[in-house]
């Protein structure tokens, strides 16, 4: 008896939530893309974490903390520059190909919800993120060998005008988008930038 009251429920239930409209299929698709990239972001995050405990591993003790610091400054001061200048210079809507700025900061606002749309907030995170592992990258070839004022200027010159410069060819509409390069896993993004 229980059992088939439970079936009932349940096929009862599914119907309505089988019966949706578009619109909420289109609101839910934000949610997840939104949500995964979110998840994505935090988790490319915590490679500033793996790349400050690798640098600080093959390094000598007494690099350490430098070693650290800089891996910290890495993303707060490209966080900060990101978020001023580097998503207007990666996103500026129409451009020329190789340079355009939209603005600074990230829009309030972002388009209507629907599938394949990104709130500009979510994709802030996400891109600097990159940005900031991309600036790391080099920290663990410097390591002992900079000083910290040095690191720091070239950290802010990557993350604030040549990451979003890069990233605007070919993920932003720029001329490599135009030309139909395909960017595996930010091979050139990210990488070679790095």
């Given at each position: 008896?229980?059992?088939?009251?439970?079936?009932?429920?349940?096929?009862?239930?599914?119907?309505?939530?089988?019966?949706?409209?578009?619109?909420?299929?289109?609101?839910?698709?934000?949610?997840?893309?939104?949500?995964?990239?979110?998840?994505?972001?935090?988790?490319?995050?915590?490679?500033?974490?793996?790349?400050a405990m690798l640098?600080?591993?093959?390094?000598?003790?007494?690099?350490?903390?430098?070693?650290?610091?800089?891996?910290?400054?890495?993303?707060?001061?490209?966080?900060?520059?990101?978020?001023?200048?580097?998503?207007?210079?990666?996103?500026?809507?129409?451009?020329?190909?190789?340079?355009?700025?939209?603005?600074?900061?990230?829009?309030?606002?972002?388009?209507?919800?629907?599938?394949?749309?990104?709130?500009?907030?979510?994709?802030?995170?996400?891109?600097?993120?990159?940005?900031?592992?991309?600036?790391?990258?080099?920290?663990?070839?410097?390591?002992?060998?900079?000083?910290?004022?040095?690191?720091?200027?070239?950290?802010?010159?990557?993350?604030?005008?040549?990451?979003?410069?890069?990233?605007?060819?070919?993920?932003?509409?720029?001329?490599?988008?135009q030309l139909g390069?395909?960017?595996?896993?930010?091979?050139?993004?990210?990488?070679?930038?790095?």
């Amino acid at each position: 008896m229980k059992n088939k009251i439970l079936w009932t429920i349940f096929f009862c239930l599914g119907s309505f939530l089988l019966a949706e409209d578009s619109l909420t299929v289109d609101i839910n698709a934000y949610a997840i893309d939104n949500f995964f990239l979110f998840i994505a972001a935090v988790l490319v995050l915590f490679m500033q974490a793996g790349f400050a405990m690798l640098e600080a591993g093959l390094n000598s003790s007494k690099n350490t903390v430098n070693i650290l610091f800089k891996n910290i400054m890495d993303l707060s001061a490209g966080a900060l520059l990101y978020y001023i200048i580097g998503y207007g210079l990666m996103y500026p809507g129409d451009g020329n190909g190789w340079f355009a700025f939209a603005g600074m900061g990230v829009s309030a606002v972002g388009d209507s919800p629907g599938a394949g749309v990104l709130f500009p907030q979510v994709d802030w995170l996400f891109q600097v993120a990159f940005a900031a592992t991309a600036a790391t990258i080099v920290s663990g070839a410097v390591a002992g060998r900079m000083k910290f004022s040095a690191y720091l200027i070239y950290s802010v010159i990557l993350t604030g005008f040549i990451y979003p410069i890069s990233g605007y060819w070919k993920w932003g509409g720029g001329w490599l988008d135009q030309l139909g390069f395909y960017d595996f896993a930010g091979s050139l993004v990210v990488h070679a930038v790095g």
